[in-house]
Structure formats: C-alpha cells, structure tokens
C-alpha cells in the first residue's frame, strides 16, 4: 500500500559537461604525464513525495581500461523533484598505459578525438512513509570523445550517460 501511494522513482545520475582542460602524453614510454578533466554530473530525484539521499558516490576516469583518476562525492541529499550539480575536477600524473592502450593513445592523437570513460556508481536511498525503506545502487558508464589539443567534450548522449539501476 505504501508503494502505491508513493510511485517512486529510481534517482539516478547524468553527465552533463565535461571538458579536457590538458594532456600530455610520452609515446616513448606509454605514460601519460598529466591529464585535467572537469566534468559535471547533475543527481536527480524525479520523487514528488520524498527526498532521496546519493553516498558511497564515486567516479573512475578511464582511458582504454587504465582508471587514470577517481573522482568522489561525500553523503549529499536531494529534495523532491529536484536536483544537484556536481562540478567535478580532477587531476592525474604519471598513468602507464598498456601496449594496446599506447596504440590506441596514438591513434586517438592521429584522429584528434580522445576516448574518455567515466564510469561509476552511488548508494540511492530514500524513505517511504515510516515502515519501507529503499536503497539500491546506481550505475554510470560514459564514454566520451573529447576533441585533442584539450578542448569540450563533443556531443554528449544523455540517455548513454545516465545512470541505470537494476
């Protein structure tokens, strides 16, 4: 019955910008000296009757399977129907690449889009009158192609990188 009267939503996550602010990479030794990646994730609570709580919330940086930086959030809420921006920032010097990861930092170079996964998951939790609680995980996978030299990220697909839950 509590169920009923309250018709919850799943609050999930969405990238919503992101941009590679630097990258410099040593084709000789397969290391990527120093990479900045800013990226803005927006937490939504599409629930009309309750608040719903995001922890455990954390990001990996990826490039062709090597996690280059994590990104992490404490504890936050989100009242009903609404949402949270999160300005995300992060920094990374001295990621090795594998063999196959050096050929495809190469070629990526060549072509002048960088492949870029942000992948990730949070803690979803809210409460449904006094007796049901709910939690469940969230998870994000989001591959962008940003545009080398550093620069935006090009077309972002919403519906690619929005969190699903099971």
């Excluded at 009242?79 to 990861?101: F, H, I, N, Q, W």
């Excluded at 940003?146 to 972002?156: E, K």
Aim: proline share 5%; glycine share 4%.
């Amino acid at each position: 019955a509590v169920y009923l009267i309250y018709k919850p939503h799943m609050p999930y996550m969405v990238v919503t910008n992101a941009y590679l602010q630097q990258l410099d990479y040593s084709p000789a030794d397969g290391v990527i000296r120093d990479i900045q990646v800013r990226a803005d994730v927006l937490a939504r609570n599409t629930n009309s009757k309750v608040n719903a709580s995001f922890s455990s919330f954390n990001i990996d940086v990826k490039f062709h399977g090597t996690t280059l930086l994590q990104l992490r959030a404490e504890t936050f809420s989100v009242a009903r129907e609404s949402s949270v921006t999160l300005p995300y920032s992060g920094a990374s010097r001295g990621a090795k690449l594998d063999l196959a990861g050096m050929r495809a930092m190469e070629e990526a170079l060549r072509s002048r889009v960088v492949p870029i996964t942000l992948s990730g998951k949070a803690r979803t939790r809210w409460r449904m009158g006094i007796f049901l609680k709910v939690a469940f995980w969230t998870r994000l996978n989001c591959p962008l192609s940003f545009s080398y030299p550093p620069g935006s990220v090009m077309a972002i697909d919403h519906d690619t990188c929005r969190s699903r839950s099971p």
